[in-house]
């Protein structure tokens, strides 16, 4: 097995487990108040809702990810989807649980170690997970993911040369296309 496959079913594999145990974590106000270190933790009917809604989220995304570890190399793009905006959401979800005083910046630290920001010269920023740089985002907010080649993947015949295809998927656009 090669190292880019490797590494993305192993980064499926950790992603699955995290999220599984995140999702039954969040199905339990006890086992979540001993996960972020809260003292007297007792939610009402509406935390607990909206825990449940993220529960099935996390169970679902649970599945994705054994899914695409299935054909890493293919659905690599889970794996992006994961990372932006997934656990950066997640990373800014609990810097705001810090700023307001509801967790302690030790109970955050473990995700804000996956995920980094480096600012470029020309104030662009590389996103980077487990230090690996996975793509950029522009001035604008514009992410834009860092792809391996894809030489050998597909030969170019002299009909699809001339075509515009799509940077997100190998389709015609609308303007191709009569009437």
Request: one cysteine or more; aromatic letters at 8%.
């Amino acid at each position: 097995m090669d190292d880019a496959r490797r590494w993305l079913r192993i980064s499926c594999w950790v992603g699955a487990v995290v999220d599984a145990l995140a999702g039954v974590q969040m199905l339990s106000p006890r086992l979540f108040a001993f996960g972020m270190g809260l003292k007297d933790f007792h939610p009402g009917p509406d935390v607990r809702y909206a825990m449940g809604m993220g529960a099935a989220l996390m169970f679902g995304w649970t599945a994705l990810l054994l899914w695409a570890d299935r054909r890493p190399i293919e659905r690599r793009d889970v794996l992006a989807l994961t990372v932006v905006p997934v656990i950066v959401g997640l990373a800014v979800n609990e810097a705001f649980g810090v700023a307001s005083g509801f967790l302690s910046a030790a109970f955050a630290a473990p995700i804000w170690a996956l995920v980094g920001l480096a600012e470029l010269e020309n104030g662009d920023h590389v996103v980077r997970f487990c230090g690996r740089d996975l793509g950029l985002v522009d001035r604008r907010g514009v992410f834009r993911r860092f792809a391996p080649p894809s030489t050998g993947l597909r030969k170019t015949t002299e009909d699809t040369a001339h075509q515009k295809l799509s940077t997100i998927s190998p389709v015609q656009s609308v303007g191709n296309h009569s009437g």
